[in-house]
């Protein structure tokens, strides 16, 4: 059974950092694309992050450039989302997604798998 778990949501001050993980258990997790999306309430699913089979390539939604850094572990079925200089902008609850394909991808439409999302919250 696909199961992908995310954890490390909270609730933070603006300028603080979080640092999100989600643990999949996915067969051939290297082969796997993985996102990390954020939907905030009245608003549709966003694109934050996407990050290739080993690392080497990540690509970010301009709101987030330069701030966040997505990471994967393939050793421990994991990827992460380090994010700093958060802003109340960015309080929304975060999903973890996996797309079967090696090809990178914004449109959530193209990924298969999800997890149950992890609620970050930003005050001012």
Same mark, same amino acid.
């Given at each position: 059974?696909? %199961?992908?778990?995310?954890?490390?949501?909270?609730?933070? %001050?603006?300028?603080?950092?979080?640092?999100?993980?989600?643990?999949?258990?996915?067969?051939? !997790?290297? *082969?796997?694309?993985?996102? &990390?999306?954020?939907?905030?309430?009245?608003?549709?699913?966003? !694109?934050?992050? /996407?990050?290739? &089979?080993?690392?080497?390539?990540?690509?970010?939604?301009?709101?987030?450039?330069?701030? !966040?850094?997505? *990471?994967?572990?393939?050793?421990?079925?994991?990827? !992460?989302?380090?994010?700093? *200089?958060?802003?109340?902008?960015?309080?929304?609850?975060?999903?973890?997604?996996?797309?079967?394909?090696?090809?990178?991808?914004?449109?959530?439409?193209?990924?298969?798998?999800?997890? %149950?999302? /992890? %609620?970050?919250?930003?005050?001012?």
């Amino acid at each position: 059974q696909v %199961q992908l778990v995310e954890s490390g949501g909270g609730s933070v %001050q603006a300028g603080d950092s979080l640092r999100l993980s989600c643990a999949a258990s996915l067969r051939g !997790f290297r *082969s796997y694309v993985m996102g &990390w999306f954020r939907q905030a309430p009245g608003r549709e699913r966003e !694109f934050v992050a /996407t990050i290739d &089979w080993n690392g080497g390539t990540a690509y970010y939604a301009d709101a987030v450039k330069g701030r !966040f850094t997505m *990471s994967r572990d393939n050793a421990k079925n994991a990827v !992460f989302l380090q994010m700093s *200089s958060l802003s109340p902008e960015d309080t929304a609850v975060y999903y973890c997604a996996a797309r079967p394909s090696p090809v990178l991808h914004r449109n959530p439409d193209e990924y298969v798998y999800w997890g %149950q999302g /992890t %609620q970050v919250t930003v005050s001012s």
